[in-house]
């Protein structure tokens, strides 16, 4: 958990240096999934997950956006990808514990299109997007 006190994360986890590091540590084949406070389906909810998506596309060439109860879960591949292969997937996965959660994403899940919003050691106002959401909700 990346809380400290406070309803945001430390902005240096979600900055572009951040995510060169992660996709210099991840596998050819690798995922990386965030759980980000906001929704595309809630409208004026949605920036700080636009920022850390549009950040994430600098390095990962495929970011898909799964939203569910006010939250977003922002998964980005390290290989391009296709969103008919991820829906494939997901309508194959047996194990009863996780199918019911799978159909929801499978149903769900959108490929991301950037915007152009880069957070940056140096440009990031997570705290302030974090706050604007947390008034909508």
Request: hydrophobic residues 40%; negative net charge.
């Amino acid at each position: 958990d990346l809380f400290q006190g406070g309803p945001e994360i430390p902005f240096y986890v979600a900055t572009q240096e951040f995510f060169f590091d992660v996709y210099s540590h991840t596998t050819e084949n690798g995922i990386v999934m965030m759980n980000v406070i906001g929704s595309p389906d809630n409208k004026g909810t949605e920036e700080l997950v636009y920022a850390i998506s549009d950040t994430l596309s600098l390095m990962f060439p495929s970011i898909y956006l799964f939203s569910m109860d006010g939250n977003t879960i922002v998964i980005a591949t390290k290989n391009k990808t296709e969103i008919d292969y991820l829906k494939k997937q997901l309508e194959e996965v047996e194990n009863p514990e996780l199918k019911k959660f799978a159909e929801k994403m499978r149903v769900r899940i959108v490929k991301y299109v950037p915007k152009n919003n880069i957070l940056t050691d140096d440009k990031s106002n997570i705290e302030i997007m974090t706050y604007r959401i947390l008034e909508k909700l």
